[in-house]
């Protein structure tokens, strides 16, 4: 994309008639410095990625400073041991870099947005006239929120990880019931990092059918594999976390992709949309040239006139320009018509 991205223009990169969208997430990977958030999308556009992600929170409008079991992280998760205060202040973004982030976004040519957490977050991203937005997953459940998004009449992007089907039947009633025409949903695993085996990848036609949406994948999983699997069951839009470089430490850094493997996804995800193709059975244009080259009979020993057809100089071979291999018993005991040479194809008409 180029100096601004409308709706128009989005929508239509997203949809199965269209290569799959990928979406690079910047999430606290920035490290508390704008110049390494500043090189993270220089080389999130290198790696051809379609857009870059950012979210939009202070510590105080995401929870309470307070060390209450409640105000901790789950003792399960990589973050054990830490207040969601400080991590919230570790990895939010601070509203000056949003400027000059989507600035090089565009300088670029990829499209900049957010995920705001709170109705003062939107007024600030509509102030920087975002393209669209994101939902989170754990923000799928407040309807207010998404209301207040939905009216801007921007596309939007919601995550499902977590909700049941009645949490985000009452989501998409509330964006399309306030101004949403362009929604996405994407399957998501609120683990992180996600474990493969809970991707559940059948969910994306579900999801697709049921909401008649474009439907893709937040994806917490290590590697590209869960991805690029993601593409064969319909996913047009692949979100994932990114960051420079893992050994750098930082509170996503564990389960996001380096340059390499992000630039290694993008051309994978559209080899895989490429492959998909559609449901037909029979030869495609990169075979037609090689059907010549199947099984057919040939005369593999010279043959006299009135010498039977046998096994010994009738034979299945390859190239195809003699008569299928199904039709040797119709050949085999019947007599050459005339002198045949070995390397002739077989035809009916030369034998009686």
């Known amino acids: 994309m180029t100096e601004s991205s409308t709706a128009t223009d989005i929508i239509g990169m997203l949809g199965e008639g269209t290569p799959p969208f990928v979406i690079a997430e910047l999430s606290g990977n920035h490290n508390g410095s704008l110049e390494k958030a500043l090189e993270i999308v220089r080389l999130a556009a290198r790696a051809g990625v379609d857009a870059l992600k950012l979210q939009t ?131 998501c695993t609120s683990a992180y990092p996600a474990p493969p085996k809970d991707a559940n990848l059948r969910a994306i036609p579900l999801l697709r059918e049921r909401y008649g949406c474009p439907v893709g994948l937040s994806d917490h999983t290590l590697g590209i594999g869960v991805a690029i699997a993601s593409v064969a069951y319909g996913a047009s839009v692949i979100e994932k976390h990114f960051t420079d470089s893992r050994s750098e430490g930082g509170v996503d850094s564990a389960f996001s992709m380096e340059p390499e493997e992000m630039a290694q996804l993008v051309v994978e995800a559209n080899r895989a949309w490429q492959a998909a193709g559609e449901a037909h059975i029979g030869p495609v244009g990169a075979e037609h040239n090689a059907r010549n080259k199947r ?30 291999p199904k039709y040797l018993k119709e050949i085999l005991g019947k007599r050459a018509v005339k002198d045949i040479e070995r390397g002739t194809p077989v035809s009916r008409e030369l034998f009686v």
Not at 128 to 155: M, N, Q
Not at 298 to 320: C, F, H, W
Request: charged content about 25%; hydrophobic content about 45%.
């Open 57 to 187: 929170f202070t510590a105080d409008s995401m929870t309470l400073d307070m060390a209450k079991d409640d105000f901790m992280a789950n003792p399960d998760s990589a973050w054990r041991g830490k207040k969601l205060y400080e991590l919230y202040q570790q990895a939010s973004t601070p509203r000056a870099w949003h400027g000059p982030v989507f600035d090089l976004c565009r300088e670029l040519g990829i499209i900049a947005f957010s995920t705001p957490f709170d109705h003062d977050a939107v007024e600030f991203l509509e102030e920087l006239d975002v393209p669209l937005y994101k939902i989170a997953s754990f923000e799928i459940v407040d309807l207010p929120l998404i209301e207040r998004v939905a009216a801007t009449g921007k596309p939007v992007i919601m995550s499902t990880g977590m909700a049941t089907l009645e949490e985000i039947d009452e989501a998409v009633q509330a964006a399309r019931d306030n101004g949403c025409k362009d929604l996405v949903l994407l399957k």
């Open 295 to 324: 099984r057919s009979l040939y005369v593999i020993q010279e043959m006299k006139a009135g010498d039977p057809a046998t096994l010994e100089n009738i034979r299945s071979i390859r190239p195809a320009r003699g008569l299928a």
